[in-house]
């Protein structure tokens, strides 16, 4: 099976003692119906709950080797961008097979759960899986096709500052839901970005995310600005960040909420 790293990862057998090394693996790794093999994960894999049953092996920026080698994984799914390059490496010196992910686009998120499937000998549920999301995504799509453009900033960080660009998942999603990204021009596919230059954009609706749930005062802030169209609008939208900000399934959820939002920010011209 070839990973997001172009390299080929064979099994002898299909896994059954798997490793998932962020949480948006974890959360992958059930919807592929193989949660019932993960002996290892790190924190914050809250979801689905019965994840929070595994041992823990650190962090997805510190995994404890000593602890990972002693649950005796048979695969190890690391993130690409998520954790050290040089702890996978060690990893994959003792001896680990690992797996590298990191989807970018709504159809990776598909094709991810499809190939951890198969490594996993669970093909038939994470096929299944795949095809509802891929399904109920273009059905989105097609609901939102003709949508009149709505300006969006899209708020993943507040200090610093940071928004996607429409390179990133989630101004695939923002595009989707008949969005145009104030920032989705910019190079970097997290950029950094300050109070003037949201002002300077002047977005019809502003979205906030972040770590964690509750991240309400982010919307807040902006209300200090109400010269803002999304300020003097009440365009100031919150979508929790677990639906959105994770390429899981429930990206489905997220994009739904999001784009539910923009649409109240169309009825209020």
């Known amino acids: 099976m070839v990973d997001d790293r172009d390299r080929e990862v064979c099994l002898e057998a299909p896994a059954s003692r798997i490793a998932a090394l962020s949480p948006g693996a974890t959360e992958l790794i059930w919807a592929a ?25 650190g962090s997805h920026t510190r ?32 001896g680990l097979p690992v797996f590298y992910i ?10 991810t759960i499809e190939r951890l499937a198969r490594l996993a000998g669970s ?3 994470g096929d299944e899986v795949a095809a509802a999301f891929r399904t109920g995504m ?13 300006a969006t900033f899209y708020q993943v960080w507040d200090e610093p500052l940071m928004s996607v660009n429409d390179e990133h998942l989630i101004g695939e999603v923002v595009q989707l839901c008949g969005g145009v990204n104030v920032f989705g021009e910019l190079s970097r596919l ?8 949201v002002l300077a954009a002047d ?33 100031l939208f919150f979508v929790p960040p677990s639906l959105i900000q994770r390429p899981t399934p429930r990206l489905l959820e997220g994009s739904r909420i999001l784009c539910e939002k923009l649409e109240v920010a169309r009825g209020r011209r």
């Open 33 to 57: 119906g193989a949660g019932d093999r993960v002996v290892a994960v790190v924190a914050y894999s809250d979801y689905p709950p019965e994840a929070r049953q595994a041992t823990s092996v």
């Open 190 to 197: 997290v950029p950094r970005i300050d109070d003037e230059a």
């Open 138 to 150: 273009h059905a989105l799509a097609a609901e939102y096709a003709d949508a009149e453009p709505v």
């Open 102 to 111: 990191e989807p970018r686009s709504i159809e990776s998120v598909a094709t």
């Open 203 to 235: 977005p019809e609706a502003i979205i906030a995310g972040g770590m964690g749930e509750e991240n309400r005062h982010w919307l807040t802030h902006w209300q200090q600005y109400p010269g803002l169209t999304s300020v003097a609008r009440d365009n």
């Open 123 to 125: 093909q038939a549920e």
């Open 63 to 94: 995994v404890d080797l000593e602890t990972l080698v002693s649950l005796e994984p048979d695969l190890v799914i690391g993130w690409i961008t998520g954790n050290p390059p040089e702890q996978l490496e060690t990893i994959e010196q003792l």
